[in-house]
């Protein structure tokens, strides 16, 4: 029998409707649950406990009095770079340890006004500057699957929550491949949908241009209920677009006949583990049996993706992070004089932030801008331009996820541009501002989890989660649930 702590949010919203279960029930299991792992997952960073409690009664007397908000009582996590009113939000960061935020993200303002309770704030890689979670600065969060690995990142902490049943979805932050990467690390369904679609208004930026708030969720279904909930216009949010929300789940209609799905032969190269590779062609075999036709395609610039990703967004959070310098937010440290004192607040910044901050700096200096900032601004363009040209052809793409699944805990900490390859097939999608979903679509031998990425046209999710879903639905994946040693308490 699944779990109450263990079921998609459309299992919950049905229960929830048919009166079976109440809110209250339903976060006893991930409280339960929580209790049970959290120990050795440690997927988040702060447990709201009390306030989830209260806000599950409020849900249930909601039920009780027949309004049912879209995700009534469904417990949510949220990464702890979204601003929580009354919650500490901390980035993963010594600089941010004692921040209380007095008002909400845009995004869990309208959770909370669709029902959904929060549980709590996940863990990530310091201001979202990583592939692993392990540049945290607080706590070092595990793959519920293998405890020996990492859950991805910079969202591992949200992955890894909904993947070990310690929340039913979760919301992270996607600024290379930080929602898609550790969703499918950790076997579970992550999107990073079209730029301008989700607000990102009170979430701690790590580069503008780049940053994407997306779901983390069970199953496509209930990426598209999450969806449908945070998209849409939000003048609070100057790059958010006026635009007309659809129905997602409407758009899961499960027939993907006659779509063209490109497949790009630059995202098969040699870094590609071969197991990963197998999964996703099976994916693309399964899309040709649904009557879908798969052809292959060239995105001729993708091989300068990762230099000019990590350009851009080396660039940006340099001059983002600079706020943070003990007079004009976060930590101040003890210092006798004001220099020192800059010195030594900054010095509280995590190993990668500074390697970051250190080379934005670098390529931003008048002489270096050129050669740098300026020509990735123009490969980016023309990146963009591969994929506009490939969408004259296709609905879709079909990539793998990841080249690998999870890595061992310290396997790429010391060799920053293999951790940065993690990203090598997600972050083209950020430059290009488009949308990309990751579904799982297998095992590797070792019983890991392989992600399958999907990618569309600007503010097509409609058909992005459409053949996602379809895939899903008739994948057939042995029903895996991550073997987690449970400690017993008490
Ligand atoms: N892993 C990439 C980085 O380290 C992207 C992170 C992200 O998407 N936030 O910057």
Redesign the pocket.
Known sequence: MVQLNEMTIHQLRDLLRAGEVSCREILEAVFAKIDAVESQIRSYITLCRDEAFAQAQRADEMLAAGEAPPLCGIPVAVKDNFSTAGVQTTCASRLLENYIPPFDAEAVARLKQAGAVLVGKTNL?EF????STENSQFCCTRNPWDLSRVPG??SGGSAAAVAAGEAAAALG??????IRQPAAFCGVVGLKPTYGLVSRYGVVA?ADSLDHVGPITRDVRDAALLLQVIAGWDPKDPTSVRKDVPDYEAALTGNIKGLVVGLPKEFMGDELDPEVKEAVFGAANLLESLGARVEEISLPHAEYAMATFYVI?SAEISSNLARFDGVRYGYRAEAEDTVSMFIKTRQALGQEAKRRVLMGTYFLQAKNYEAYFLKALKVRTLIKGDFEKAFQRCDVLISPTTPTAAFGFGHRTQTPVTM?Q??IYTCTANLAGIPALTVPCGYTGEGLPVGVQFLGKPFDEPTVLRVGHAYEQHAGLPARQPQMEVEKNG
């Open positions: 890689d979202g500057l990583g592939s990142g910079s932050t996607d600024t290379g491949g930080s790590a967004i940065y993690s990203d």
